[in-house]
Nanobody, 129 residues
């Protein structure tokens, strides 16, 4: 099983940027990570978990929620077993706990949280003036 650890969250003002990282580790993390679709989800207080972005195994394909398209960019570095989420032009509505997730062995960039096998513990992003 892949273990995922997010970092990079914090308190920022509207319009600011943040870059989240998610590092994968585990017994066979190298082979599992590079064979996984990676996704970012978020959950705000009192709301359901929401898809943010997903990226294919080699990074050549990405998928975004409409709410973040044009502002967020997902990328990955398989040599480092790490996936990133660059968040620009942050808005108060982006405030949430952000989770990365791995869909091991998949070829599809799913937006459904239940398709993902492994999850990180989450990192808090707060956008407030």
């Amino acid at each position: 099983q892949v273990q995922l650890v997010e970092s990079g969250g914090g308190l920022v003002q509207p319009g600011d940027s943040l870059r989240l990282s998610c590092a994968a580790s585990g017994r066979t993390f190298s082979s599992i990570f590079s064979s996984s679709v990676m996704g970012w989800f978020r959950q705000a207080p009192g709301k359901e978990r929401e898809f943010v972005a997903a990226i294919g195994r080699n990074g050549g394909s990405q998928r975004y929620a409409d709410s973040v398209k044009g502002r967020f960019t997902i990328s990955r570095a398989n040599a480092k077993n790490t996936v990133y989420l660059q968040m620009n032009s942050l808005e108060a509505e982006d405030t949430a706990v952000y989770y990365c997730a791995a869909d091991v062995g998949s070829l599809l960039l799913s937006s459904n949280w239940y398709d993902y096998d492994s999850w990180g513990q989450g990192t808090q992003v707060t956008v407030s003036s």
